[in-house]
Structure formats: structure tokens, C-alpha cells
């Protein structure tokens, strides 16, 4: 388990180290010009020279490189406007348009990502291992069609309109559910849990349907398995083979998808964060793809990365844990 730990901490860090240089090569490399978009008037080659000398943009690419990835690790002091100010580890980088940290503006639209993400996550896994072992367990009958018929009809409709649905008449005509907000859950709780409850729904909900046709092929395929035959054979209950045998096997597969997903799920989130108003990470690559903030844009890739290989590794690390069948090396 140890060498298999290191071995997947290894893969995250090139993992990493390649998504660092890709978020350098999109800014640096990419078909932008950073200095002539902060030259607003008197913009002469002269002027614009100043600029990218003031901005380090006049020193080679290789030593970019360098100053980028030492700032990562120990931080860096940058020139803005002609001051130096200091940006601490892990520094992402320096927003010329709002003159401020890119780490810091990051770190202040992750929590609300994240607070969706995961809140969704957790309800599209209820419902979708819920109503996939429903929809197994009856498989043929009223029951099996209604549920299988509702997970082929949502997804056909996008999800911002179901989502925009769902606000209007939910939220502003029909106030069943607060407005959404996001409170730190650190300073409000429960504040937190009902700001957020809605947008948990119709997200997790709208995301369970994908996951339930999943989760029944899996439990009628496990179901018909040799080890639920030994298992029934043994005298053990409906239950206890259902939930057990057949579910815990289906885990494994099912959180492998999950684990693909979370990318998808944290670079989907931005319709989520425009329709309700949430300022995430979602909503700020967009304003900064407005304002042609690359810098902000590379900060918000690499930050999702990182998140993204944390998740998969932890998924990979569960594996074990949920089917005895999987042997880590």
C-alpha cells in the first residue's frame, strides 16, 4: 500500500509539474498581449515597451519560467506600476488588470466551487445509488420504467435551462427555497446549508440521472453474479446480499466515474455560479476571460488541476476499502 501511495503521489506530481508549465505556456506563449491591453491612451511602441519592462515581460522565457516556478514554492517579489510588492507562496502569479494576487483571488472564489461541488456530489451519490438499486432491485416492472424513463427524458434538456426553470419559479415567483448565497461555513453554518440547499438540489438531482442508469446495469449485472448466488445460498437476507454483495461490488466502478467526473463537475459549475449569482471560480474565469486576465485564467486552471488529481487519487485510494476484489500495486 505504501510503495502504492508513493508511486500514485509521484504520477500527481507530474501531473502537476505539467499543468503548471501548460498554465505558463497559455500566457506567455499564447496569442495575448498583456502590455497592450493595460495601455489604454498614449499607447506608443515606446509606452508599451515600458510597460512589459515594468511587467518582467522584456526578460527571456526560460527565466520567466523559472521566477514562475520558484514563486510557486517560495514566493517572489513583483513589479507593478513601478513598486515592488511582494506575492507569498504559493504565488499564481500577479492580476495586472485588478493589481492584486492572483493566489488571492483564487482562494477567495474556491470555497464557493468547492461548497457546490462537493454538496452536489453527495446528493447526485444519494439519488443515484438510491434509485439505481430501486430500479435494479424491481427491474421490468411500473417502477423500473418510470425511473429509467426520467433519467433519459432530464438529461435531454440542458441543464442551464432546467436550472434557470428552477430559480425563476422556486427561488423569485414561487420563494419555496431561500435565494442562494454563500456564507463561509466556518463563520455560519447553518447559514451556509441553507444558502447553498437549493443549488445542491437542482444541481445534484439534475447529475444523479446520468449516475442511476449507471448503477442499475451494474446491480442487475452483480445480481446475476456467482458470489450473490453463494451469498443467497448461504441463507443470508434479501437485504444483506442486495446492499453487501451486489452494492459494494457496483461501488467500485461507480466511484471511478465519480472520480472522472469531478473535473467536469468543477468546470461545470460555472452555469451554476452565473445563474444563482455565486462568485466562484467559475464566475471569475469568465470576468477575467472578459478583461483578457490570463494570469487569473492560468491560476484557475492549475488550482483545478491540483484538486482534480487529489480526488482521483483519493478515489484510487478507496478502492480497497469498498471492494475487497481490487488489490493496490
Not at 42 to 64: F, H
Not at 113 to 118: A, K
Not at 287 to 299: E, H, T
Request: aromatic share 12%; proline share 5%.
Amino acid at each position: 500500500m505504501l510503495v502504492y501511495i508513493l508511486r500514485r503521489l509521484l504520477m500527481t506530481l507530474s501531473v502537476m509539474l505539467a499543468a503548471v508549465t501548460f498554465t505558463f505556456a497559455i500566457f506567455f506563449l499564447g496569442p495575448n498581449d498583456p502590455a497592450g491591453n493595460l495601455c489604454t491612451r498614449n499607447c506608443t511602441p515606446a509606452r508599451i515597451a515600458e510597460i512589459e519592462k515594468s511587467m518582467g515581460l522584456d526578460k527571456p522565457v526560460p527565466q520567466q519560467y523559472a521566477e514562475y516556478m520558484k514563486g510557486l514554492a517560495t514566493g517572489r517579489t513583483i513589479t507593478s506600476g513601478g513598486f515592488e510588492k511582494k506575492c507569498d507562496a504559493p504565488c499564481l502569479g500577479w492580476s495586472w488588470v485588478q493589481d492584486r494576487p492572483v493566489k488571492d483571488m483564487v482562494f477567495q472564489a474556491l470555497p464557493v466551487t468547492l461548497s457546490i461541488v462537493v454538496g452536489g456530489t453527495v446528493v447526485y451519490t444519494i439519488f443515484g445509488l438510491l434509485f439505481g438499486v430501486v430500479a435494479a432491485r424491481n427491474r421490468g416492472n411500473w417502477l423500473d420504467r418510470l425511473i429509467v424513463g426520467i433519467t433519459q427524458f432530464v438529461p435531454s434538456v440542458p441543464y442551464y435551462i432546467l436550472a434557470l426553470l428552477f430559480y425563476l419559479y422556486f427561488m423569485v415567483l414561487n420563494p419555496i427555497l431561500p435565494r442562494a448565497q454563500y456564507t463561509s461555513p466556518f463563520e455560519n453554518p447553518w447559514d451556509w446549508f441553507v444558502g447553498l440547499i437549493g443549488v445542491w438540489m437542482i444541481y445534484g438531482l439534475i447529475q444523479a440521472t446520468s449516475y442511476v442508469r449507471y448503477v442499475r446495469a451494474s446491480m442487475i449485472d452483480n445480481l446475476s453474479g456467482d458470489f450473490v448466488r453463494t451469498a443467497r445460498s448461504k441463507g443470508l437476507s434479501e437485504r444483506k446480499v442486495l446492499i453487501s454483495h451486489a452494492l459494494r461490488a457496483a461501488m467500485a466502478p461507480f466511484m471511478t466515474l465519480v472520480g472522472l467526473n469531478i473535473a467536469a463537475d468543477l468546470s461545470g459549475a460555472v452555469f451554476t455560479e452565473r445563474i444563482f449569482n455565486l462568485k466562484g471560480m467559475g464566475d471569475l474565469a469568465i470576468r477575467s476571460f472578459d478583461q483578457q486576465d490570463l494570469q487569473v485564467i492560468s491560476g484557475v486552471v492549475l488550482v483545478g488541476a491540483l484538486f482534480v488529481s487529489i480526488g482521483n487519487l483519493v478515489v484510487d485510494l478507496l478502492y480497497g476499502v469498498v471492494d475487497p476484489r481490487v488489490k493496490l500495486s
